[in-house]
């Protein structure tokens, strides 16, 4: 098991670096220099010459990546183009609020799907079992993008019954507006796990309870409870641990697209502002370091599932 | 004379499905003495499992269910019963042994526990009897270091020692029935003799009944005393054992007997086996259900279904369900060693079976993919 | 009681004999009828036809031309909303610049179907071979496959594209028909991975069956083996995979040119049209509202088309 993980955490080294290498040559292959983004204000030659040296755009590429990285691993991903700031620090003002976004959202999927696949299960084509499908397929085909306008227009605009702009902010006088704020970016963010945790919860039940071991406890003379939690439910929930890897990939991407629209001030929306305006310290910073949280969130449910999951904690 | 243990009556049990209503078992009744074993012998789809599920109510509700009958075990009608008495004598009166172990036994949970289970729901103990009892019980099947290995999870054990903890299971409340079905298909040959072995000991020792339910007339000749053969979801012949080796008294039970390699036969004798398929139990047909496979049929098999009675030239309680060898049937003085019966019938069985579309192919079947 | 009766004659009774067995069938035109089965998955095919239908039609049957520009008459409310701000002349109302919302809709549908199909086809081709080579050649070059997607196969497909998009966006092939061919490209360059990969998974399963071994004792190449043995049983999970493949595909066009990464104005796109009309949503909602509901309807559509092809190609599988 040791072994195990051990093998999983250098498997992150590579995988990093090959990250970092495509977003690298992508980034230096971008036609134009980084620096005439402002076409009021053209430089001169000397300037880009000038600047090209302090950044050290001169070496070649090898070099440049080899330095880059050896910045990395100290945090130091340069400095903004656009901001003028170090893009550690725009993408730390911006990260606990993404980060409480997505632990909200990915908790609210898990308290919706669980409960929902697992009845979903045992009462098949009961109105439960509709209700599970109809979420798996809208959270796992409509955008939550698409959703999240639907929701704010509905909820937003016309009954004013949830505000909006502003992320955690009070609105004067009116008390829970704060909270109230969350309420639909954190639900539409939870649509999309929620739609494929569901999925697999239900047919992950569905396949424990047509076990034989099920029988076999049934068999023992156990009550229908201790059979399906006991026995069922214990099996069913190992796939779904295994899930959550992938959907924490889907909640990170979901986040450029929620904060967006709710003009939320975090590390996502400053993404898109950095994508648009082609600010690429930023771009490659950030793409760098939710790289490293996707594949250390995988790390983590890989080695969750082997202590699960006793065919491989105890291995043969 | 004592009651029987085991007093099976008229048992109907059906699968709704789709295509229709499968007629799984079909109107069987039979008996288990206290102690004794009992064989119940017959190929794939038979309806013996179906049997035994049976006898404990195990059936899926839908889309199965048993539609008539009676059950008797220890005087009380099985059938009759709610779900809380089902429940009381499942694991602690009658208990089942499954054939796959590998999957029967629950994967995340310790062998331990497993077997405690059953202990401190029926009989009532705590934890530190339970292990202790669950411990003794390893020994008692022979699983070595019982101690240590109690902890272990089904995938660290072999089949052979994965089926000695389903016995172990089977035994822990001192059942006065236990069922094994396939108890030994699903190992190896060496291992199947030690494990029917072990049930032989156990039965003797514990004076549990059995039944031993298998397609393998070899596992029953030692095991048991008495042998009931079905067919189509019918008891087709009952007798002790060693009557039904040495005085068969049914033409199926003579093709199974027929198709058994035997080290005395001269090496140039064929192995003559049974052609044809089993049965369609969704619509049974009229006559006798072997009648299509029968090389001895004649047009009374295909028009009407004998009853189970007794033959003629046999012990007293020996029972087939066979027109051709009942009172004044034709079969009566047959020598089935030595008369194959009709072989143009067999001719015209073997093409018939040839006409038929044939089966898919393993190629043709897209195999199950990988999770997408 | 049993009389004595002449032996049975010579009569064919297959009736007789296991009935069931004649219910086998053709499995393609077996699953065929059991997607006829499912109303959904008819209901999405019908869907999708007619969307491309209409992006096939699309010059005639819009009655504007989307590039268009009337600024003057921008924001117009479609003929349900606030009749103050309605142009009859535009049912579906017009955008911030005053093109015709319905036209746009309209030809928006020949991206999607584009996006949809075009890079599924070509993410099939490239996959399939791939796969089939590191599956049956196994050895070495599996392994060099299999570590190389290791590595990347868990990281967000959406991610690198929106990284690919964005860095190549000024290049000569980003600017084709306002980055349609990047797209088509990225997508592509992006998810052959998971195609291969179901491939050659099937393709070491299938390998070691008899009728393989019994392909090649007959002599046959492992070019034939490939394209006629291994290849027609492998095609069920990989034709699920694709019909999952080609809603997702629109369904990245979409977010990315939300994003504003995606297909350039004024080429339009739904996703386009999401974008612009977010910026005036407290205004009017439909220049945002209508290209949802589109978006939504065809993804729903490839759902239930996807589901259906599952259900019907292998009803054992229950996700």
């Known amino acids: 098991m040791g072994q195990y993980v051990i093998r999983r955490v250098l498997l992150l080294i590579p995988t990093l670096l090959l990250v970092a290498l495509i977003t690298f040559v992508l980034a230096l292959s971008a036609p134009g220099s980084p620096f005439d983004k402002n076409p009021d204000k053209p430089l001169s030659e000397e300037d880009q010459a000038r600047l090209n040296e302090i950044y050290g755009l001169n070496k070649p590429i090898y070099e440049q990546f080899a330095i880059y990285i050896a910045n990395a691993a100290k945090l130091d991903f340069g400095v903004s183009i656009v901001r003028h700031r170090p893009v550690v620090e725009i993408i730390g003002d911006g990260l606990p609020k993404s980060a409480q976004l997505g632990v909200q959202a990915m908790l609210v999927g898990l308290l919706i799907a669980l409960p929902l696949g697992i009845v979903s299960a045992l009462k098949q084509n009961s109105i439960i079992d509709y209700i599970s499908v109809g979420v798996a397929t809208i959270g796992t085909t409509i955008p939550s993008f698409v959703i999240g306008i639907l929701l704010i227009y509905i909820f937003g605009v016309s009954l004013h019954w949830l505000p909006f702009v502003g992320w955690g902010e009070s609105c004067g006088p009116i008390p829970s507006c704060e909270i109230r704020k969350m309420i639909l970016p954190t639900f539409i963010l939870a649509l999309a796990p929620a739609g494929y945790l569901t999925r697999i919860t239900r047919a992950s039940m569905l396949e424990a309870i047509r076990q034989d071991f099920v029988r076999t406890a049934r068999s023992k003379g156990l009550g229908e409870g201790a059979v399906i939690v006991g026995h069922a439910l214990r099996n069913a929930l190992i796939p779904v641990v295994t899930i959550i890897g992938p959907a924490t990939a889907g909640l990170i991407v979901g986040t450029f697209f929620i904060e967006y629209i709710f003009s939320i001030p975090g590390s996502g929306r400053e993404y898109i502002r950095a994508i648009n305006s082609r600010d690429y310290p930023v771009i490659m910073g950030t793409t760098l370091l939710y790289a490293f949280f996707i594949a250390g969130a995988n790390l983590l449910v890989d080695v969750a599932y082997g202590l699960v999951d006793p065919r491989i904690k105890v291995g043969k | ?372 | 009681m049993a009389t004595v009766t002449t032996p049975v004659g010579t009569q064919q009774r297959s009736a007789d004999l296991n009935v069931l067995r004649a219910k086998q069938r053709s499995l393609w035109v077996d699953a065929w009828n059991r997607l006829r089965r499912n109303k959904a998955a008819m209901v999405g095919l019908v869907i999708v036809a007619l969307a491309c239908l209409i992006a096939a039609t699309a010059q005639w049957i819009a009655p504007y031309d989307p590039f268009d520009q009337t600024p003057s008459n921008n924001l117009r409310e479609p003929i349900w909303g606030n009749q103050q701000y309605v142009d009859p002349a535009h049912p579906f109302g017009t955008d911030t610049l005053g093109r015709d919302i319905l036209s746009r809709l309209i030809y928006s549908s020949r991206i999607s179907i584009l996006i949809g199909f075009v890079p599924a086809g070509v993410v099939f081709l490239i996959g399939v071979t791939i796969g089939m080579i590191a599956g049956y050649a196994g050895g070495r070059t599996d392994n060099i496959l299999m570590r190389f997607t290791d590595a990347i196969y868990a990281f967000p497909d959406l991610l690198f594209l929106i990284i690919i998009m964005t860095s190549l966006r000024e290049t000569g092939i980003g600017q084709l028909v306002g980055g349609l061919l990047l797209m088509f490209l990225a997508i592509a360059v992006v998810n052959w991975i998971g195609v291969a990969r179901l491939t050659r998974g099937q393709v070491l399963s299938l390998k070691e069956r008899e009728f393989v071994e019994a392909a090649r004792a007959t002599g046959a190449t492992p070019a034939r083996i490939m394209t006629k043995h291994l290849f027609p049983n492998a095609l069920a999970p990989l034709i699920v995979q694709t019909a999952f493949a080609v809603p997702t595909y629109i369904l990245y066009e979409a977010g990315l040119s939300f994003l504003g990464v995606g297909i350039r104005p004024p080429i339009p796109t739904w996703g386009s049209m999401l974008n612009e009309g977010f910026l005036v949503f407290s205004t009017t909602p439909w220049p945002v509202l209508l290209p949802s509901f589109c978006i939504s309807i065809i993804m729903l559509a490839f759902t239930f088309i996807g589901d259906g092809l599952r259900d019907a190609l292998d009803p054992r599988m229950k996700l």
């Open chain 2, 1 to 372: 004379m004592a009651q029987n243990l085991l007093e099976v009556q008229d048992l109907y049990t059906q699968f709704f499905t789709r295509d229709g209503v499968v007629r799984a078992v079909d109107g069987v009744s039979f008996h288990v003495e206290a102690g004794e074993t009992l064989g119940i012998v017959g190929e794939s789809g038979c309806g013996k499992s179906v049997t035994a599920l049976s006898l404990m109510r195990l059936i899926p509700q839908p889309p199965g269910k048993i539609v008539k009958g009676s059950i008797m075990f220890d005087g009380a009608d099985v059938l009759k019963m709610d779900d809380d008495e089902v429940r009381g004598i499942r694991g602690n009166n009658i208990a089942m042994i499954f054939q796959d172990p590998m999957t029967s036994l629950n994967p995340v949970l310790t062998i331990s526990r497993q077997i405690s289970e059953a202990l401190e729901l029926h009989l009532k103990m705590d934890k530190s009897e339970a292990r202790k009892r669950t411990i003794e019980l390893l020994d008692l099947v022979g699983i070595p270091s019982a101690k240590k290995r109690a902890d272990d999870y089904p995938h660290q054990f072999s089949g052979g020692m994965r089926q000695r903890v389903m016995i172990a299971m089977a035994l822990s409340c001192n059942p006065k029935l236990i069922l094994a079905d396939e108890p030994t298909t699903a190992l190896d040959v060496t291992i199947q003799a030690q494990i029917l072995d072990l049930l032989k000991n156990l039965a003797r020792e514990f004076r549990t009944a059995f039944i031993l339910i298998t397609h393998d007339l070899g596992v029953v000749a030692g095991m048991t005393q008495r042998i009931h053969v079905m067919y189509g979801g019918k008891i087709v012949e009952k007798a002790d054992t060693a009557e039904l080796f040495a005085n068969p008294k049914m033409p199926y039970t003579w093709g199974l007997l027929r198709s058994i390699p035997r080290l005395d036969e001269k090496r140039k004798a064929k192995l003559v086996p049974i052609e044809g398929l089993p049965p369609d139990l969704i619509a049974p047909p009229p006559g006798c259900r072997f009648e299509p496979r029968c090389q001895y049929r004649r047009d009374i098999c295909h028009e009407k279904e004998p009853p189970l009675e007794h033959i003629p030239n046999s012990k007293p309680d020996h029972e087939a369900r066979c027109w051709g060898t009942q009172e004044g049937g034709w079969l009566v003085d047959t020598d089935w060693r030595k008369e194959i019966g009709d072989m143009a019938v067999l001719e015209v069985i073997k093409q018939e079976v040839a006409q038929l579309p044939p089966e898919p192919k393993p190629g043709d079947v897209p195999p199950p993919p990988a999770a997408i």
